[in-house]
């Protein structure tokens, strides 16, 4: 245990779990993920313990843009008002800035979406519809054709998933850093030892223990010692005030040929998050310099006020972009899930909704059963992890293949770059069905390599068009070598992702 959380003062109520008592189920770290799981867990009438090292709101800039397949997860959970009081910023669609040109993508119509899965025992008394409030409107959420993503302030809508477990009586809370997971003489999860403020380390016993210790977890390598991120790039972020954004309701996507990718989406009234690509796991020694040399010239003018002004407060925050493929949970008594399992590129806001869209297919799959029937339920995670590709897959896979083209280090990428925002240009189902695997309402990987390589294929074109008669013989050789471009970026990942 830090020496900062001991000096803080900690409520009673969670500090007095109960050691003797042998649980359904123990979760470890209560972000995003923990406290939908607990719900979940609770509402089927298993007995929870969940671990958290701080319960007080974090202040992060990760986990703010939502899009709209995880909302109807939280919708599936009986959830969705965790969105509600948190001053949450409807989100329509996007905005793709390439070199000055700009291209709007709104969401799918609700009708080519399947509908939203109600799981039972869960979903009740209305709570898979949001309330009305300051800026979430029943009547855009309920009642309008499209599709909605949100985005909001991390640590306001985590306060609110947590008072939502709270309110559970199955759940127990406990405050400690959890030092070990424990296993028996068969290598089988037992359950957690807990450094608690006030008692020291205890060990609690459990049927089933979830490792949802997110972006940095201790304890991924509990399912395989080589069950590592990669970590290719990072993000520096910054707080912009009262910005003026181009696009109301719009995430924003700068690219252009010069420069890396700049994300802008507004997440309260006040607030707007910026995310500056910077193509190393290592910041450039000047932030300031670089932001003022490389990211000022290339954004929207009506941003510029608000940006120059962040600038100058100096107050930046760096995220790394790491990879992490996710493995089978072959151990007894174990199950690790959300960013400790898998993780993926988050220029398109992605790991929310395959966070969320596991947890509902993790209950769907085992809340019915008996944990203590420990093999049955490992069992059925082994067809869990199967079922979950689909899904997963096509957000993570789209993560990164996007960010090789909009970040296009070499020419082939530039050319295959340019040609996505001519595609998106085209409008229809050019716009159509790409949103919809961004959205992550399409779980289906193999149009998403058919997409994906018509526009490799329309880059080429658009190159072919760009050279003229003259440069016909040199096109030739160049359509090659940027389809072999695609398939690199592309294909290895899908591989991984559908094998792993």
Excluded at 284 to 311: G, Q, T
Excluded at 391 to 407: G, H, K, R, T
Excluded at 451 to 462: D, E, M, Q, R
Aim: glycine letters at 8%; charged letters at 25%.
């Amino acid at each position: 245990m830090s020496s900062a959380t001991d000096k803080k003062v900690v409520p009673q109520e969670l500090l007095n779990a109960d050691a003797s008592v042998v649980y359904d189920a123990i979760i470890v770290g209560c972000g995003v993920v923990g406290p939908c799981i607990a719900t979940g867990l609770a509402r089927k009438g298993k007995k929870v313990l969940i671990v958290e090292r701080d319960w007080t709101m974090p202040d992060r800039i990760v986990g703010e843009l939502m899009q709209p397949g995880g909302l109807r997860a939280l919708r599936s959970l009986g959830m969705i008002q965790a969105i509600n009081n948190i001053d949450a910023i409807p989100v329509t669609g996007y905005s793709v800035f390439y070199n000055g040109k700009e291209v709007s993508i709104p969401y799918p119509f609700k009708a080519d979406v399947a509908p939203v899965e109600k799981i039972p025992d869960l979903v009740f008394d209305g709570n898979d519809k949001v309330l009305e409030d300051n800026t979430i409107h029943i009547k855009e959420f309920e009642d309008g054709e499209r599709e909605r993503g949100v985005a909001f302030t991390h640590g306001r809508f985590l306060q609110n998933l947590r008072d939502m477990v709270s309110k559970e009586k199955n759940v127990t809370r406990l405050q400690g850093n959890v030092i070990e997971i424990l296993k028996n003489k068969e290598n089988e999860v037992v359950g957690a030892k807990v450094d608690i403020p006030g008692r020291g380390k205890e060990e609690f016993k459990a049927y089933l223990t979830f490792v949802c210790d997110g972006i940095f977890s201790h304890f991924r390598k509990e399912l395989a010692a080589d069950h590592i991120p990669t970590v290719g790039s990072s993000f520096v972020g910054m707080s912009l005030f009262n910005a003026d954004v181009p696009a109301k309701n719009h995430g924003h996507v700068i690219l252009g040929t010069n420069h890396m990718p700049v994300l802008v989406y507004q997440i309260s009234p006040e607030e707007t998050r910026i995310l500056c690509a910077y193509n190393s796991p290592k910041l450039p020694k000047d932030i300031k310099p670089w932001l003022k040399s490389d990211v000022r010239p290339n954004l929207p003018k009506s941003l510029l006020p608000s940006f120059d002004k962040a600038v100058e407060d100096g107050k930046y925050r760096s995220m790394p972009n790491s990879y992490l493929p996710a493995k089978q949970n072959t151990i007894t008594g174990l199950c690790v899930i959300g960013d400790a399992l898998n993780m993926r590129h988050p220029l398109t806001g992605g790991g929310m909704a395959v966070g969320l869209n596991d947890v509902a297919l993790l209950i769907k799959t085992i809340g019915n059963l008996d944990f203590s029937d420990r093999e049955t339920v490992l069992d059925e995670l082994l067809e869990y992890h199967y079922e979950r590709k689909s899904y997963d897959s096509v957000i993570n896979v789209l993560s990164i293949a996007l960010f090789s083209l909009f970040a296009a280090e070499n020419k082939n990428l530039q050319v295959l770059q340019r040609g996505c925002f001519k595609y998106f240009e085209r409008g229809g189902d050019c716009v159509n069905i790409p949103v919809s695997f961004l959205a992550g309402v399409m779980p289906k990987p193999f149009l998403l390599t058919k997409v994906f390589f018509a526009v490799a294929l329309y880059s080429i074109y658009v190159n072919f068009q760009d050279r003229g008669i003259v440069g016909f013989p040199l096109a030739v050789i160049e359509a090659i070598s940027i389809l072999i471009t695609a398939a690199r970026v592309f294909t290895p990942y899908l591989f991984r992702e559908l094998t792993g």
